[in-house]
């Protein structure tokens, strides 16, 4: 079998008698009974903000965590903050991350996010073959409207509902108490979203991160493009009509 080598991914184990409670009182949704598959997640400031996003999954004795590898050690360093007298540890694995939109090797997982992202696999190295083309994941991404870690989703700065977590299944209002859970609860429940991600079509490019102005306003910033699209973060009561991300001319996506 054939798959693309995610090879800015890491995998990080959770093991020790106490790691569900311990996960289940820090991330925004539950790890799933073993078997059943990958969950998509995030670890919070107290404040709500976000710190890093995540795949985890369940195995006999441990749980294991496809995470970014520019955000690995900020993750352990943030999740080790809170272990205190809990019976856990956390370590780095040699397990690989293998991803691709074909036929699904034996042991694959469904990406949760979003049906085109296709299967994730996890295995030593040569587990897979590599496939014969890449896969452009940056436009499925765009198109799909789904953020990436340290380029749309911005450590201490994203709130996830903005980021549009609740559609990528990433956070679960009916589970128990979370680091962050009365922010994400408050903005869900009793705030309308003003800013968050959105899909625009763009003409010419500029560099991610790049402010977006509307009449001489700042009102957001321009991340990912691919084919002529982007996605942006926006202030929704001032998108719309021409928008401009230095030389690059912006309007909302149909």
Known sequence: ?????????????????????????????????????????????????????????????????????????????????????????????????????????????????????????????????????????????????????DRELIADDTYILEAGFERLGGVDFRKGCYVGQEVTARMKHKTELRKGLVRVEVSGTAPPGTEITSEGKAIGRLFTQAGGQGIAWLRFDRAGGEMAAGEARLRLAE
């Open 1 to 149: 079998m054939k798959g693309e080598r995610a090879r800015d991914r890491s995998v990080l184990e959770v093991t020790g008698e106490d790691r569900l409670d311990f996960l289940k009182g820090l991330v925004s949704r539950d790890v799933l009974p073993p078997g059943e598959g990958l969950a998509y997640a995030a670890l919070l400031t107290p404040q709500g903000k976000y710190i890093c996003d995540f795949l985890m999954w369940q195995e006999a004795d441990r749980v294991l965590i496809d995470v970014a590898s520019g955000a690995a050690a900020r993750l352990v360093q943030r999740m080790s903050l809170y272990r205190l007298r809990a019976k856990v540890a956390l370590a780095p694995t040699g397990l690989v991350v293998w991803r691709g939109l074909d036929a699904p090797p034996d042991g694959a997982m469904a990406d949760p996010r979003h049906p085109a992202l296709g299967w994730r696999f996890y295995g030593e190295e040569g587990a897979l073959q590599e496939a014969d083309t890449a896969t452009d994941w940056d436009a499925l991404r765009v198109a799909h409207l789904i953020p990436e870690t």
